[in-house]
């Protein structure tokens, strides 16, 4: 009978088509996938290490919307904190894979977006390299083969095309 730790080792020995760093620990797997999968490339702003990184996760959760997003921005400033990095998070966006902001929590992003920016923050969205197959996306995406899937993807064989996402910057638009 083979143990958990087996079974994960084996599990990840199948999808990335090569072993697992020793240990099979959650920290080496990562090593293994961030290495291979996502190699850093350049260093970061400094202004991640100047100023708080705040992310709209813990305080608005699934109820993200253009408001609530400010009044929390805001309320930083107000309290004399210096803004730095901003990162506004899932329900943004209408789906998963449709990266405009949804209408009717966020009216007027460009008007926030330029507020924010007066405040002194930068701003990140979430984003997920995932399509969700309801939306509207998904068959424009199919029919011109920008989904990756199979093996592909499991041997980390990402075409030119694909790598738009990786490429893009949603937040700046």
């Known amino acids: 009978m083979r143990s958990a730790s087996g079974d ?7 999808i990335y088509a090569g072993p ?4 099979a620990r959650v920290h080496h ?6 290495k291979r999968f996502f190699p ?3 260093m970061l702003s400094e202004d991640f290490f100047k100023a708080p990184i705040l992310n709209t996760w813990i305080e608005l959760n699934f109820h993200q919307n253009q408001e609530d997003v400010l009044a929390y921005a ?4 107000d309290h004399g904190m210096k803004p730095g990095v901003f990162m506004i998070d899932c329900t943004w966006q209408r789906d998963f894979g449709e990266w405009s ?12 977006v330029d507020q924010m920016k007066a405040w002194g923050y930068r701003l990140m969205l979430w984003t ?10 998904y068959k424009q995406l199919l029919v011109k083969d920008l989904l990756m899937h199979g093996d592909a993807l499991s041997k980390g064989k ?3 095309s694909k790598n738009a996402y990786r490429n893009s910057a949603p937040a700046s638009r």
């Open 128 to 137: 997920s390299p995932m399509v969700n197959s309801s939306g509207v996306h």
């Open 8 to 14: 994960t080792r084996r599990r990840f020995h199948d």
């Open 101 to 112: 902001f949804r209408p009717e929590t966020f009216p007027g992003p460009k008007g926030m």
């Open 29 to 34: 797997a990562f090593r293994h996938c961030a």
């Open 74 to 77: 805001k309320s930083f400033v």
């Open 40 to 42: 850093p490339q350049g």
């Open 158 to 160: 990402v075409p030119e």
């Open 20 to 23: 697992v760093v020793e240990g």
